[in-house]
């Protein structure tokens, strides 16, 4: 038989899907309501990252009050992130400010919303190695930073985690037709998961008087639904994880998923469903 092709194991997202996209929002400003509609008209989902001393904090694009941030956030449907309790350089303070800004940050979110806050992405983009230690013991699972990959590769360092693209730079449109118009079961050798990764202000749509940007993205995501798995951030690092946690018999042709989440992997181009908590033989 000729086995050559397709011995090679590959993730797949939930229901056997190949690619993925989430989006990443900063601040917590006026225009996130907009964007909110958006996401929620054509399915997006996302993380949106927040302050939480700078709610009376003017000439910042329109950032929204206490309230405000509570009514448009709470039960969306979307992921709350960290972005620092002031916006400020994490790499430009004592490291105990930093940490306290963190700790602060998801203190705040959490009792607000009621819920578990393990997202962060860099005001500024300001991060270094330090940061990214203290992160880790402030349970902080990824980190965003403002570095674009150009790139759908799965994130190996997910506290120096880079997006794809910004939405205001030029290569999102290329990217993009390369997303929705190609599929890495259409490729034999490299047939690894594609996660496109979006970040950006909602100001800037309506600063650039450029809403349709967006429209336009969710839209086509939206027509290829059946084919894309729409998730916060924080969604796709834990399923990451569950597959990385896979257990594989020596010969690979057997398969123990010790985790509470269903995952889905590829071989010899046939898909499998592997439930939480229970082994899997693949067929021969
Ligand atoms: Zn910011």
């Known amino acids: 038989m000729f086995r050559q092709m397709f011995e090679e194991k590959y993730m797949r997202f939930p229901k056997g899907k190949a690619k993925a996209l989430t989006f990443s929002y900063d601040d917590g400003v006026k225009a996130d309501k907009r964007l909110l509609s958006i996401f929620g008209a054509y399915g997006l989902k996302g993380a949106f990252n927040l302050n939480s001393k700078l709610f009376d904090c003017e000439n910042w ?69 330090d940061i990214k230690r203290i992160l880790k013991d402030c349970g902080v699972a990824y980190a965003r930073t403002t570095n674009s990959s150009y790139s759908f590769e799965i994130p190996s360092d997910w506290l120096e985690l880079n997006p794809t693209c910004k939405h205001t730079e ?88 010790p985790s509470a989440l269903c995952v889905w992997l590829e071989i010899r181009g046939t898909t499998y469903e592997i439930p939480a908590g229970k082994t899997v033989e693949f067929d021969k």
């Not at 999102?172 to 259409?186: A, R, T, V, Y």
């Not at 490729?187 to 429209?215: A, C, M, Q, T």
């Not at 086509?220 to 969604?235: D, H, K, L, Y």
């Open 61 to 129: 694009h329109g950032r929204m009050n206490e309230d405000e941030t509570f009514e448009a956030f709470y039960n969306s449907g979307q992921e709350i992130a960290l972005h620092g309790a002031r916006h400020i350089f994490m790499d430009k303070v004592p490291l105990c400010e930093a940490l306290k800004e963190t700790v602060d940050n998801r203190a705040y979110l959490e009792e607000k919303f009621g819920c578990i806050v393990r997202g962060l992405a860099y005001a500024y983009g300001g991060y270094n190695t």
């Open 170 to 257: 030029k290569e999102l449109e290329q990217l993009s037709g390369k997303f929705f118009g190609d599929s890495p079961l259409n490729h034999f050798k490299h047939r690894e998961p594609w996660l496109f990764y979006v970040w950006g202000h909602s100001f800037e749509f309506e600063d650039n008087g450029n809403w349709d940007v967006i429209e336009n993205l969710g839209r086509r995501a939206a027509e290829s639904a059946a084919e894309i798995w729409f998730a916060t951030n924080i969604e796709i690092y834990d399923y990451v994880q569950a597959y990385n946690r896979l257990v594989f018999s020596l010969d690979g042709e057997r398969v123990y998923n």
